[in-house]
């Protein structure tokens, strides 16, 4: 059984705005933080934000195979993720496609607006996810159970083929989305993962500090700052 979340309040800053472009707020030039300002009632309008998640249960894991009802998560990165987890929250996020067409657009009539507000995309799909972490949290410290490490498809140790497996679970057409053949999800400002949930998790290590591009990795040094 699959819930939908659409009960968002996505609200951006000039700040965010420049994170999610990656650029230090620091040290951006008064343009550019401009720029980013100019867009915010834009961004904000064009926002679509929905969530599905569903939660199933683990039956077993087999070396780097975690086996439920209907299908497998198969990877080194599932393995460190999900051992020991009694279920699993399957999740999928989009900020929708309006964002997206009004940056396709932009692009070459305005293009440090279209970046500014691809940039608020990017942020605003983060926030997003973060709120559905939050509910997902709190559910799962009511059943005084704890989270594992948050995982995704197409992350180092999970092959980004696994975004089938996912849509297996999920109805993606009911929140407006869909798998293309190479498995990238369509909106674009979308994104899948998954929790583990049990007894005594942790979810003190990320996959970043099992990946082998971490040290010169800028989208992780970007977040290091977001
Ligand atoms: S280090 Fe970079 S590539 Fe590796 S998981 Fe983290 S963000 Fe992704």
Redesign the pocket.
């Known amino acids: 059984m699959h819930k939908i979340i659409k009960d968002f309040n996505i609200k951006l800053t000039a700040k965010d705005i420049l994170k999610g472009q990656g650029i230090d707020p620091e040290r951006a030039s008064q343009r550019l933080f401009e720029t980013a300002e100019a867009v915010i009632n834009e961004a904000e309008a064009l926002l679509e934000p929905v969530a599905i998640y569903t939660v199933v249960d683990v039956i077993e894991l087999d070396h780097q195979t975690v086996r439920f009802n209907n299908g497998e998560f198969k990877g080194s990165l599932v393995q460190k993720s999900m051992a020991g987890a009694a279920q699993l929250y399957v999740v999928v996020c989009t900020i929708g496609k309006a964002l997206e067409e009004r940056v396709d657009q932009l692009m070459t009539e305005d293009p440090v607006r279209a970046i500014a507000l691809d940039g608020a995309g990017i942020t605003a799909l983060r926030k997003v996810s973060l709120t559905v972490e939050d509910i997902i949290s709190k559910e799962t410290c009511e059943l005084g159970l704890s989270l594992g490490m948050r995982a995704q498809p197409g992350?180092?140790g999970w092959p980004i083929e696994q975004q089938r497996e996912v849509f297996k679970l999920l109805p993606g057409n009911e929140i407006g989305m869909r798998l293309t053949d190479s498995c990238l999800m369509l909106p674009r400002k979308s994104v899948s993962f998954v929790i583990p949930r049990g007894k005594d998790l942790s979810d003190a290590k990320v996959?970043?500090d099992f990946?082998s591009?971490?040290d010169r990795?800028e989208?992780?040094k970007e977040?290091q700052i977001v």
């Open positions: 992350q180092e996959p970043c990946c591009k971490r990795c989208w992780r977040k």
